[in-house]
């Protein structure tokens, strides 16, 4: 009876509609698919679809991309019909082997570590708006730079059969110009500093007596010399925040602060301003 049903459709929660405009307003997103999608824009990375060009042609991600995966285009072993187009702030990133030499000075790709952590740009969003005030936050890396960013950022993806990662523009910490990372090419992004650590060859006990470099193996440094610096970070209106430092100063920082990387045997380590303590500056 009519009871019954009402008693069965309360306990299952289960709504049977009787009429057509208090159905509409009890559940207008489900009934309305394109309200559901808006809701989940803000966690898009990316595009797949291909955008026609005013010639009637279709324009790919970008250049490089079209003509490095010719027509076949695969995401973790899946065809898509088009080369995929990072949104927002994102960044594509090709993975690249670190490479280290031996005590002979032959090169050899590094196959112990974990996760390689350096790569080449194959595709870049346009930027990101703030929040707040709508300001253009950009995304400054450029199509065929190569990148060195977090250990732990990013998505880990199989695209057109390479592995790559998919980033956010804030966890690149630098970016550099050919295939070898040096010195002379590396340019910190935002508010990052590259400092020279000091040799542990060259350490010294606190008597000035110089000591093997594995008395110093569980030490973590704290201070070293400026050798590159950020053009600093975005504010909440798009403009630059200033790093506090300058090339050739010796900088005091935070003991677990940065990352080590090594560029042509040498140790560097690369940290955010907001890790300085003091520094020092060059005579």
């Keep these: 009876d009519d009871l019954s049903s009402k008693r069965v459709a309360r306990r299952t929660n289960i709504y049977f509609p009787t009429d057509p405009k208090k159905d509409a307003m ?3 997103i489900l009934r309305r698919p394109a ?4 809701l989940l824009l803000p966690s898009l990375a990316l595009s797949f679809s ?14 490089s991309l079209a003509s490095s995966i010719g027509d076949a285009v695969t995401l973790d072993g899946r065809p898509i019909r088009a080369p995929i187009t990072p949104l927002a702030d994102f960044v594509l990133v090709r993975n690249r082997d670190r490479i280290s030499s031996t005590s002979g000075g032959i090169f050899l790709p590094d196959q112990n570590q974990v996760k390689s952590t350096e790569g080449e740009v194959v595709a870049a969003g346009p930027g990101m708006h703030h929040p707040r005030t709508a300001a253009l936050i950009p995304t400054e890396v450029r199509v065929g730079e190569g990148v060195v960013y977090k250990e732990y950022a990013g998505l880990d993806l199989k695209y057109c059969e390479e592995e790559m990662a998919l980033l956010r523009n ?5 970016s550099y110009e050919g295939v070898q990372l040096t010195e002379e090419t590396a340019s910190p992004r935002a508010d990052w500093v590259l400092v020279r650590l000091p040799k542990k060859a060259e350490q ?5 007596v110089v000591v093997a470099a594995s008395v110093f193996a569980e030490d973590l440094p704290v201070v070293g010399t400026v050798a590159k610096v950020g053009p600093g970070r975005f ?7 200033p790093v506090p ?4 100063e010796d900088v005091k920082f935070r003991e677990y602060a940065g990352n080590d990387i090594t560029i042509s045997g ?3 380590l690369l940290f955010q301003a907001t890790d300085l303590l003091s520094s020092v500056a060059a005579e």
Excluded: H
């Design 50 to 63: 291909a955008v026609p060009s005013s010639g009637g042609a279709v324009r790919r991600s970008s250049s």
């Design 35 to 38: 309200a559901l999608a808006l």
């Design 204 to 208: 010294e006990s606190s008597g000035g």
């Design 266 to 268: 040498d140790p560097y």
């Design 26 to 28: 009890r559940s207008p």
């Design 245 to 248: 430092v300058r090339v050739g």
């Design 170 to 174: 804030k966890d690149i910490m630098l």
């Design 235 to 241: 504010n909440d209106k798009g403009e630059r925040l």
